[in-house]
């Protein structure tokens, strides 16, 4: 087995094109500060963080004062005080169309956490929407900027990888009452939520098919459990989708590693093909082919996850392009979802 440096596909840039102003709606949600940690990245970008809305007025007050900015208990008055030129959308599932469509009709730029709702049918007509009315929003599949699932593409596209014969994504996070600590306790109820980790984790993994594939696929098998955490929501989800072309996605995701507080995933992707497979490793990824193996690591200047989708959505507002990751996007993986569930509660 060799190492290697690679060329990889590094972001055009590092930092945005200038300093916007920029607020967030939501902060109770745990991606404010946890996880995708919207807050630090804005503040790490510096970036101006011009306000922060949640309906706990205390926990925007918290994040407010950590994070440099102001705080307010409704989103439309902050939006209205503060005229930011991008808005990063959070909040609990069930709010999450109220507040997408207050967006559109603001015409305010913004990225939305998905799900977008607790059900397919409200996410497909956000999308649609949005479309209708040229709205600039962005689903952050923060996987397709990986350097892992970018070499994949590439080299699916290339025929580097031959017939492929399945692609796997697992993302199996630690407990579910880490919620709890992260001041999201309604991720406990399927009412707020919609669902476990087949909806809150799963859309990666989904979308990581199409992206990768450039096919639509169909699901063609789902399996669900609630068996550790005994609750509302499931804690563990399997759920296999087939391309067109054959290629089978297998899309693992769950809440069940014993590792609270260390907040340690078991994670695996890899895509398995005729000629090589492709599999990422710590700090890289690992090419396996007939006659051996390669390790090549992330280039340093490579620019990837939800850092990448900032840096992205904030120049494309600044030039007028068009967000990396449209509504489209995000509507199809949660139509999958919604097949799987309904698949699982058939078995």
Known sequence: MTTRP?????????????RQRVAVIGVSH???SHDAAYLPLLVGLQQHIVGVSDPDLAIAQDRAARFGSVAFG????????????LVIALGRHVDMPAIFRELVERRQPFVMEKPWGVDAGTVSELAALAQ?????????????YSHWGET??????????????????????????????????????KALAGGGALLNLGAHGLDMARFITGEEPE??????????????VEDYAMVTLRTPSGILCHNEVGYTVPTWPRDHTDRERKVAGEKA??????????????????????????VGGYRRILIEC??????????????????????????????????
């Open 6 to 18: 690679a060329a990889g596909n590094p972001a055009p840039r590092d930092q945005p094109l200038r």
């Open 30 to 32: 745990w991606h404010a």
């Open 74 to 85: 409704d989103y439309r008055q902050m939006l209205d005080a503060t005229r930011p030129e």
């Open 132 to 144: 209708a009315r040229g709205a600039w929003v962005c689903a952050p599949f923060w996987y397709r």
């Open 152 to 189: 994949a593409r590439d080299m699916l596209a290339a025929g580097a990888l031959g017939r492929v014969s399945h692609i796997y994504f697992r993302l199996i996070r630690p407990t579910i009452d880490r919620y709890v600590e992260w001041d999201s306790p309604w991720m406990l109820k």
């Open 219 to 232: 699901v063609v098998s789902a399996v669900t459990s609630h068996a550790v955490s005994q609750g509302e």
């Open 277 to 302: 497979m492709v599999l990422s490793v710590d700090n890289g990824i690992r090419i396996v082919r007939a006659d051996g193996e390669e390790t090549i690591a992330t280039p340093s200047s490579y």
């Open 314 to 347: 904030l120049n494309r507002l600044d030039l007028g392009e068009p967000p990396p990751i449209d509504a489209a996007h995000c509507a199809r993986a949660i139509q999958l979802i919604e097949a799987a569930y309904e698949m699982a509660r058939r078995r």
